[in-house]
């Protein structure tokens, strides 16, 4: 059973600029979460994606966006990046079930200078 | 609203040392209750869980039980090792309409000394 994946590892951008952060899901789940840990915090829920739909968001502005795909992978994009987006996102796939378990990926360290 | 409440780090304890991290929450409805574990530069591994009052969750030799008489879920762990050098998170659930996610804990640092 191959686990929650993320990519890339760790990413270097500048302010104004766009980035892009993948997740790859679990074996058998059908919904992902997004998740931003700044240094030092817990992390802060951004969104959720279940059956290609965003199903939740978090006190997140609209410049965070998502997708989810049929085979329940997903993208995580923000425009405009500013200096206080850099932290880690982490990525954590469930099978919907009304008491599920999220399982997390290893994260995308994001520095925005 | 809902919210967690863990007691802050960080905690410093010798090997063999019993630990207990304190968790208290805040919700609306019947969270599930989760501790995750957070290893230098790693992402979250879940550490244990409990879907409802009175259960107890356990993992790797670490206990956690879910009171709703004193809405807590105190981690305890008998006889800890240096491996258990981590950020440990508490954590809840609520699944239904908008609040279907996790919220954390501030999370608290242990670090277990040889």
């Known amino acids: 059973e191959t686990g929650v994946t993320q990519s890339p590892t760790h990413l270097i951008k500048t302010r104004g600029q766009q980035v892009t952060l993948r997740c790859s899901s679990q074996?058998?789940?059908?919904?992902v979460s997004w998740y931003q840990q700044a240094l030092g915090q817990g992390p802060q829920f951004i969104f959720q994606?279940?059956?290609?739909?965003?199903?939740g968001r978090g006190n997140f502005p609209p410049r965070f966006s998502g997708l989810q795909f049929p085979n329940y992978s997903s993208e995580l994009n923000v425009n405009a990046l500013e200096l206080d987006d850099s932290a880690l996102y982490l990525c954590?796939?469930?099978?919907?079930?009304?008491?599920?378990?999220?399982?997390f990926g290893p994260g995308t360290r994001l520095l925005v200078l | 609203g809902n919210s967690v409440t863990q007691m802050e780090g960080p905690v410093t304890l010798s090997e063999e040392a019993f630990l207990t991290i304190n968790c208290t929450y805040t919700?609306?409805?019947?969270?599930?209750l989760f501790w995750y574990v957070q290893y230098p530069g790693e992402g979250l591994q879940l550490l244990l869980k409990?879907?409802?009052?009175?259960d107890k969750g356990s993992n790797k030799g670490f206990e956690a039980t879910y009171r709703k008489e004193t809405t807590s879920f105190h981690l305890e762990k008998g006889s800890v090792q240096v491996s258990d050098s981590a950020v440990y998170f508490c954590?809840?659930?609520?699944?239904?309409?908008?609040?279907?996610?996790?919220?954390f804990g501030t999370g608290t640092l242990l670090a277990v000394q040889p």
């Open positions: 994606y279940y059956r290609e739909e965003e199903n």
């Open positions: 409990a879907t409802k009052a009175d």
């Open positions: 954590a796939s469930s099978l919907r079930t009304g008491k599920e378990t999220q399982y």
């Open positions: 074996s058998g789940h059908n919904t």
């Open positions: 954590a809840l659930y609520i699944y239904g309409g908008a609040t279907n996610k996790l919220i």
């Open positions: 919700a609306t409805g019947y969270p599930s």
